[in-house]
């Protein structure tokens, strides 16, 4: 998933193309059908199926978040975007959070009712996938509601509809000023760091400090769950400070 969401760069533009209200809508969309899809590989244990079902979902993932960001750079600025964007990553991150330590208990809560059946784990697993499947539907809902809000708002404030502002095309990536990469580099070695540990941490933390699979889900949580306090205590220190750069010393 990680390395399709790379495809950010190219496919962000979209916004250029259709609006970010529209773009929004269609990489909710696209998040949607992603994860139906790869319900469906788990529910008949089909890898292959979720390999596609995962590949969609990331060509719209990250996609989502860049519009995300384009709506509250528009509505939000000055010495307040990022206690905003503070509070959006504490929500993703509670997300993620309450998605890893109530996965396994729901998994054991409806087992029963499929164990009797020939592909019974399959059914749960997919059972458990639909039901996120459910979460991305209303995410697409929201993206509905917000952009009937920002048309609404751009209509009583007569301002343009939210968008990048300029095109930007590959070949600015030779423009970039120095502290552009280092921020680049920030970002690729803490996801390098950080997600691959998170994807295999529930299965070390049970094999190597002998925790069972739920204590394990918290201890590999921890990450997120702190993230999630602290994003917007950080974004309020940056807006009454500055120097955000000094920051991530």
Known sequence: KQWYQRRVAITAGIDKVFGIRLGAFIFGLVITIGQIIFAIGGYIGSKYVMYAGRFIFGLGGENLAV?????????????EINTVFGI?????????????????PFYKAIYPYFKDKP????????TLLLFGAVLCILSLLCSVLLGFLDKRASRILRKESAGTGETIKLSDVKNFPVSAWLIFMICVTYYVAIFPFISLGKLFFEEKFDLTPSE?????????????????????????????????K
């Open 216 to 248: 394990a889900s918290i201890c590999n949580s921890l990450v997120y769950f702190i993230g999630a306090g602290a994003s917007p205590i950080a974004g309020i220190i940056l807006d009454k400070t500055g120097r955000n750069i000094m920051w991530c």
């Open 67 to 79: 519009a995300g960001n384009t709506y509250i750079v528009y509505w939000f600025s000055g010495r």
């Open 119 to 126: 592909d019974g784990k399959h059914h749960v697993m997919g």
């Open 88 to 104: 959006q990553l504490a929500c993703s991150r509670i997300g993620s959070t309450v998605g890893m330590v109530t996965l396994g």
